[in-house]
């Protein structure tokens, strides 16, 4: 036992404290400097917190995140009045954000607790938590009021339990009911968190060897953590009123919100944008695949401005591997990193596998073998340089996108392209944007604070909804989209981009993408009567309310209505 008594005290707890308050500080930096430049459905899930719908709010896939911010904006009303007034929507999103940015700050802390157990030497256990802080997903979303890195936060807390309870388990009991209560909370955040489990469970076997107490450690948190989901899971089924499995279907598929990307090409590129920031490189990709017509791509560009961050996302797992499998115990580390990775990746492949937030279920395990691939004597150097190298451009390219400067001129930039359409603007009014990529329909989520953005919450409608099975009955949904905007006394405005008749390489449109062309949006969209028109030739025209454009639209809303 160590004398923490008299003079040798201060300095054992300098040598305990140093590190955390060095990674605390870069964790203010970096949250400092940058804001995410990609907010997710934060927006909607502070809409749903404020509707009180409870079929909104207890939704399959992030359970416990709504509630939280409801329940958060109660609790901290009259000091959320401070900054939003009386704004309830924007309370909620304050307190999801405040809440994620807490959440970044714990996991941090509790990665640099689990790789204290693994490494021996300070410099590696800082540089790869710090590595961690600046990798793409992390640091845009440890930002932004999404349920993944509280979810993260909760996995990596039980991480670091198990990793505690592994290296001296000793009261197995209690280590196991707090680290399978993290675990399952996890799952309550976000669903995907699922795939994580098993790897994180039985971390301690991989880590510190075999035998009968950790074997013991695995069995308990195992049970505690079904206990705990099952309570979890349980209470928002008893609160919906969902008693059978055909109920219980229906409640985890509705959780999908009708994405149906797929593919294995997407989940290669998606694993390294969630590391490394890779900008619209998907889109060029996307276009040199498909042959794109209207904004071509040649091999040559692929190479300049995209694929050498593909590439070196990948010499980084690789360098790591290589390192890892020339030990023994580096070899018990690659073996934990397969179990994790595995069924996650394999699950990417089938279903939205382009999301960055998709493989943050891995961070814990990526890092944790990048820090002991760094530690370990048998590595070879030049590998060790590589993965340093894959660190830095990945700290660059996150820095350089989210920076905000960056952000702010964006932000401004959409404004000035608003600015003679606010003017005339009602609120129950609706502006039709080509897709998700469109600048605006971005800023309306991704600048969720802006007075414009809180007074018209949900005034941008994509035409074309990529990647959801909204597409291949885009022209239905608009109709009904439309016509519901008239009845409740608001006005259509259509960009000018839908009436063009090829896109822009700046638009973002990839053709052959989606199951439509852009040849048929434009010849849609131009066959209706417009009338007045604002901003420049990147602004927008208004769909007329008028008998033709009713002929037009009532025979597909009435085909959306009968399906």
């Known amino acids: 036992m160590l004398d923490l008594s008299g003079e040798l005290a201060p300095t054992l707890w300098w040598e305990w404290a140093r590190p955390h308050v060095l990674l605390l500080i870069a964790y203010l930096l970096a949250t400092w400097m940058t804001e995410p430049h990609f907010m997710a459905d934060t927006v909607g899930y502070a809409d749903a917190a404020v509707s009180g719908d409870s079929t909104r709010m207890w939704e399959f896939g992030h359970l416990l995140w709504r509630p939280l911010g409801r329940m958060g904006a109660a609790v901290f009303a009259p000091l959320l009045r401070l900054w939003v007034g009386t704004d309830a929507r924007a309370g909620v999103l304050l307190v999801l954000v405040t809440t994620s940015w807490l959440a970044g700050l714990i996991s941090v802390l509790s990665l640099a607790g689990l790789l204290r157990r693994v490494c021996r030497r300070e410099w590696v256990m800082l540089v790869a938590s710090i590595a961690f802080i600046f990798a793409h997903g992390f640091l845009n979303f440890a930002q932004a009021g999404t349920p993944y890195v509280p979810g993260l936060a909760f996995l990596m807390l039980g991480l670091y339990l198990l990793s505690k309870g592994g290296e001296s388990p000793r009261r197995s009991w209690l280590v196991a009911f707090l680290a399978g209560a993290a675990l399952a909370f996890a799952v309550g955040m976000w669903f995907l968190y699922i795939w994580a489990l098993p790897a994180a469970i039985v971390m301690p076997l991989f880590l510190f060897g075999v035998n009968r107490q950790r074997v013991r450690l695995v069995l308990q948190t195992t049970l505690f953590c079904s206990l705990f989901g099952a309570l979890i899971f349980g209470t928002g089924m008893g609160i919906l009123g969902i008693h059978t499995f055909e109920g219980f279907h229906a409640w985890v598929l509705k959780a999908s919100h009708g994405a149906t990307s797929s593919g294995f090409a997407r989940m290669v590129f998606g694993f ?292």
């Open 272 to 563: 390294a944008r969630s590391f490394i920031n890779m900008g619209n490189d998907g889109v060029l990709f996307k276009r040199f695949m498909l042959h794109d017509p209207y904004n071509p791509v040649s091999l040559a560009e692929i190479f300049r401005l995209s694929l050498w961050k593909l590439g070196l996302f990948y010499v980084f797992l690789a360098a790591i591997a290589v390192n890892l499998v020339r030990s023994k115990n580096g070899r018990r580390v690659f073996g934990l990193l397969m179990l994790s990775a595995l069924p996650l990746l394999g699950f990417a492949v089938l279903w939205q596998g382009g999301d960055i937030e998709r493989y943050l279920p891995l961070y814990p395990f990526v890092f944790l073998a990048f820090a002991y691939s760094l530690e370990s004597e048998n590595a070879i150097a030049l590998l060790k340089g590589a993965a340093l190298l894959f660190v830095a451009a990945a700290a660059v390219t996150s820095v350089a996108v989210m920076a905000k400067p960056v952000l702010h001129r964006q932000e401004e930039a959409v404004m000035s392209r608003l600015e003679e359409l606010r003017l005339g603007l009602k609120a129950q009014s609706t502006v039709i944007t080509v897709h998700q990529q469109d600048e605006l329909w971005k800023a309306n989520y991704s600048f969720p604070f802006n007075p414009f953005f809180r007074q018209y919450a949900n005034l941008v409608y994509p035409a074309a909804a990529l990647g959801t099975v909204q597409t291949i009955r885009w022209r239905e949904d608009f109709a009904s989209h439309a016509l519901s905007v008239w009845r409740a006394g608001g006005d259509v405005w259509l960009s000018k981009r839908l009436l063009q008749p090829r896109p822009r390489a700046e638009w973002n449109w990839v053709e052959g993408f989606a199951p439509m062309s852009w040849s048929e949006l434009h010849s849609f969209f131009s066959q209706m009567e417009t009338g007045k028109a604002v901003g420049d030739e990147d602004g927008f025209v208004l769909l007329v309310d008028s008998q033709g454009n009713e002929k037009i639209l009532r025979p597909l809303a009435s085909r959306k209505e009968t399906k």
